[in-house]
């Protein structure tokens, strides 16, 4: 099976850079996922790794180390916007994704 | 790019009720669909696997015979609630699969807006 560890809560100031963390242990890596949720909206995909390094997508930026376990998502100029939970996910072995418990992101003035 | 829909967005129930969730996909043709479980500042669990002309697999400690899944076209899988107590007052959300999809991304899941039931 999965086990996905993630902070549970973080907080951050507009226009601030973020990163979050997520390890990882799984008996067979199939890539990791980051997602976005609003409360009371379904997830929206952020981002997908397979490789090790970093990705990034405009703000947003996410990093893998395989041989760690370890990810992270990194996100610059925050907007009040940005405040949400963001899950990380990494999929079994029918690459149907188990999801950490998320972490809330409050972004403050 | 692929859309899910879900129906209703909001439900309350008495309890001993049930409850039916649609779960649509608008502009594809999903083969596999799934129905997740959401409790507040938790993460999704998912419940169940919904497969277009078949029955629907379960997660450990789900009852099938609580959580009907019907799966009978390829654009919609419905979830009823059964005899809906309290405790299954959760955010339900369904994902499916659009198989001409992610090239990039493996089995890439869209999901939809979510249900919100409340059971009285």
């Known amino acids: 099976g999965q086990n996905i560890d993630q902070p549970t809560e973080m907080t951050a100031t507009e226009g601030a850079i973020v990163q979050i963390n997520c390890t990882y242990q799984?008996?067979?890596?199939?890539?990791l996922f980051w997602y976005q949720q609003h409360a009371g909206e379904a997830p929206t995909f952020l981002s997908y790794n397979v490789l090790d390094g970093l990705e990034e997508k405009g703000r947003f930026s996410s990093f893998l180390s395989r041989s760690k376990g370890y990810s992270y998502l990194l996100l610059k100029e925050l907007q009040m916007k940005d405040s949400a939970s963001y899950l990380c996910?990494?999929?079994?072995?029918?690459?149907?994704?188990?999801f950490g418990r998320g972490t809330s992101l409050i972004v403050h003035p | 790019g692929a859309v899910v829909s879900q129906h209703p967005s909001r439900v309350i129930c008495k309890s001993g009720t049930s409850v039916k969730i649609e779960c649509r996909s608008l502009?594809?043709?999903?083969?596999?669909m799934f129905w997740y479980r959401q409790f507040p500042k938790q993460s999704l669990m998912l419940m169940a696997t919904?497969?277009?002309?078949?029955?629907?697999?379960?997660e450990q400690g789900v009852e099938k015979d609580k959580f009907l899944i019907n799966h009978a076209s390829l654009t919609l899988s419905t979830l009823t609630v059964t005899s809906a107590h309290p405790e299954d007052s959760s955010f339900y959300i369904c994902?499916?699969?659009?198989?001409?999809?992610?090239?990039?991304?493996?089995?890439?899941?869209?999901f939809g807006p979510g249900t919100r039931l409340t059971v009285l």
């Open positions: 996910a990494v999929p079994g072995g029918s690459y149907i994704p188990t």
């Open positions: 994902s499916a699969r659009d198989p001409l999809a992610g090239r990039r991304v493996p089995n890439e899941q869209f």
């Open positions: 502009d594809f043709q999903a083969t596999t």
């Open positions: 799984t008996s067979g890596f199939n890539g």
């Open positions: 919904s497969n277009e002309g078949s029955k629907a697999t379960y």
